[in-house]
C-alpha cells in the first residue's frame, strides 16, 4: 500500500518538474528567435557587452583587471598585453 502511494507521488512530481522543464525551455527558445534579449532595452555597446558577459562568463571589468588595461583601452594596447603573456 505505502509502496504504490510512493510511487504515485514520484510520477506525479515527476510529472510537475517535467512540465516546468518544457516550459522553461519553451521560454528560452522564444528568447533566443527574439535576439536573446533578457527584458532589457540594452543596446549598442552595452548590448555588445551583455552578450560577451553571457558568453564568457566574465564582465568587462574582470577582464580588464585581468589583461591591467582600462575599459577604453585601444585594440592594440590590448594586444601587446596579451602577447606579452606569452
Known amino acids: 500500500m505505502s509502496g504504490r502511494l510512493i510511487a504515485q507521488l514520484l510520477v506525479s512530481v515527476g510529472t510537475i518538474v517535467g512540465r516546468a522543464f518544457v516550459a522553461a525551455y519553451k521560454q528560452a527558445a522564444a528568447n533566443a528567435a527574439r535576439g536573446g534579449s533578457g527584458g532589457g532595452a540594452a543596446s549598442g555597446k552595452e548590448g ?15 577582464a580588464c583587471n585581468i589583461l591591467n588595461v582600462t575599459k577604453d583601452a585601444n585594440v592594440e594596447k590590448i594586444q601587446k598585453v596579451m602577447l606579452r603573456g606569452c
Open 48 to 62: 555588445a557587452v551583455d552578450a560577451l558577459t553571457r558568453r564568457t562568463g566574465m564582465s568587462l571589468d574582470e
